[in-house]
């Protein structure tokens, strides 16, 4: 079944209920239908058809939300872009997805104009917020379609995202996700967390990402609950919405659970209304869930999924929530951990992580020869290391890519990093491997400290030669303000390599 023929039963079963709250405009799940309606056919009414891509390059809103679920019933494929993006960027990303027309606000719209030129493919700009010339405006669009629904045939192996990875190598590439690898997906996740129509939930993600499109947004219109969405987060207001508003759900990354505990006055906040609170996106550290628990009264629930995939592992909703672990295999997941070779290790032993899904996407945008390379008999090869227990849950230590060889032996970033946020004074660490005349690679410690903390490069390797084999313990501790990383939360260690090769 299609998104959009699941969101429909939703509607059906539900029409008269808020789906979503936004500055104060409440919509129906009706009237949900009734303007994606709208949005699919103006799309139509302006040459987009089935099977063109359509970028969205704007903030959270309502026009973004009838945008995405218009293009879901017309078959047109969406391509989200961060709203953080320069003109590089987006260019490489309507170029390579072939986009034929991307829907933007006025604040962007220069940033389209500059690389307009140079995209042969991109005809149309639609602007949601504004009359700009040679531009259609979203809203006189809107008013002019019929709220007819649309007769589109969508198959189940029809493309209906291409999410653009981050990029750690080379460029970004387009994951292409099929109406399938998301419906199977939100209906594992809503099993998995007892998902339901009586949540009220709180998204301040943004809707240009997996987690917030993919997980929250689609999610959450398939269960039918209450989503009270904002334009961006801001820490102090979550808890303020969380109280007001009697919320049970919120998903975050580990950069806003960061903020959240640094609320002054966090214990004061009402949160008793809290069913559960997710993280993902970028790793939980142990000492932050362990901080949050006690802050929060919550152990937050940790997954891990990925743009190819969805999601792919959660801790569960009832049982054990290990920190440092994101959980077993959701429903239909399956997973194998091999050597180099593609050999399954015995359980306990780090290898190669590869998954198999109706979840797993088919394969990159235009990317052929590369596809080839990262399946291997139908298993899709992460890229991740990790390890599962005996109890099946799943530990990824860290990117393929990332492990440090130093002397012949392998040594995992995540394990590292681990002991040295256990030091009270640091707030959070990366390390990275560097070059090494000797060794080829030695480790390297980026710390930031919790506020006025003190601490040397001493005493962290001192502390690390305690706590590990001294072969892991780093060569060289550098201390910053402030950890790079992208808008998700996830950790950016191609530009800490570049900071040491600067020096």
Not at 138 to 153: G, I, N, Q, R
Not at 216 to 244: H, M, P, W
Request: hydrophobic share 40%; aromatic share 8%; charged share 25%.
């Amino acid at each position: 079944m299609g998104i959009a023929a699941l969101f429909k039963q939703t509607a059906s079963r539900l029409p008269d209920k808020v789906a979503i709250e936004f500055e104060e405009q409440r919509v129906t799940f009706n009237e949900l239908q009734l303007q994606s309606n709208k949005a699919a056919n103006a799309f139509q009414g302006i040459g987009i058809v089935k099977g063109d891509r359509v970028a969205q390059f704007m903030p959270n809103s309502l026009e973004l939300v009838y945008s995405l679920l218009g293009n879901f019933k017309n078959g047109s494929i969406i391509v989200p872009m961060n709203i953080g993006f320069k003109e590089q960027e987006i260019q490489h990303i309507l170029h390579d997805s072939g986009a034929k027309a991307v829907i933007v606000d006025k604040e962007r719209l220069p940033i389209v104009r500059n690389v307009m030129q140079s995209l042969p493919n991109l005809k149309t700009i639609i602007l949601v917020d504004g009359n700009e010339e040679s531009v259609y405006n979203f809203h006189e669009l809107m008013k002019k379609a019929s709220d007819k629904e649309p007769t589109v045939v969508i198959k189940d192996e029809d493309h209906s995202i291409i999410f653009y990875t981050s990029g750690t190598t080379g460029k970004p590439k387009g994951a292409a996700l099929s109406q399938t690898n998301i419906t199977s997906n939100v209906k594992a996740l809503a099993q998995a967390w007892k998902w339901a129509e009586d949540d009220i939930f709180l998204l301040t993600l943004p809707l240009y990402h997996i987690h917030g499109i993919g997980v929250a947004l689609c999610g959450s219109l398939y269960v039918g609950n209450f989503t009270i969405l904002r334009k961006k987060f801001v820490a102090d207001e979550v808890l303020e919405a969380i109280q007001k508003r009697k919320a049970t759900l919120f998903m975050g990354v580990p950069t806003m659970y960061f903020k959240l505990l640094e609320v002054e006055g966090l214990e004061k906040y009402d949160l008793s209304s809290m069913r559960l609170f997710v993280s993902g996106s970028a790793p939980l550290s142990k000492d932050l869930f362990y901080k949050l628990k006690k802050a929060l009264g919550h152990e937050i629930l940790e997954r891990a999924g990925m743009s190819e995939s969805m999601m792919n592992f959660s801790n569960p909703y009832e049982g054990e929530r290990i920190p440092g672990s994101v959980g077993p295999c959701l429903p239909g997941v399956k997973i194998r951990i091999t050597d180099k070779t593609y050999n399954d290790v015995p359980a306990g032993t780090e290898g190669e992580i590869l998954i198999k899904g109706p979840n797993v996407f088919n394969g990159y945008w235009n990317k052929p020869a590369y596809n080839k390379q990262v399946f291997k008999d139908g298993w899709f090869v992460t890229g991740d290391v990790g390890k599962i227990d005996e109890k099946n849950y799943v530990y990824i230590i860290g990117r393929s890519k990332d492990v440090i060889i130093s002397g012949g032996i392998n040594i995992y970033p995540r394990e590292v990093e681990d002991v040295i946020e256990s030091i009270p004074q640091v707030k959070e660490c990366a390390v990275v491997g560097v070059p090494d005349k000797e060794f080829g690679e030695s480790v390297k410690a980026y710390v930031v400290l919790n506020g006025e903390s003190k601490l040397t490069d001493d005493e962290v390797i001192a502390y690390c030669k305690d706590n590990l084999a001294s072969f892991k313990k780093p060569k060289f501790v550098e201390f910053l303000d402030a950890l790079p990383k992208n808008s998700m939360g996830k950790m950016l260690k191609e530009e800490l390599r570049k900071m040491h090769k600067g020096k």
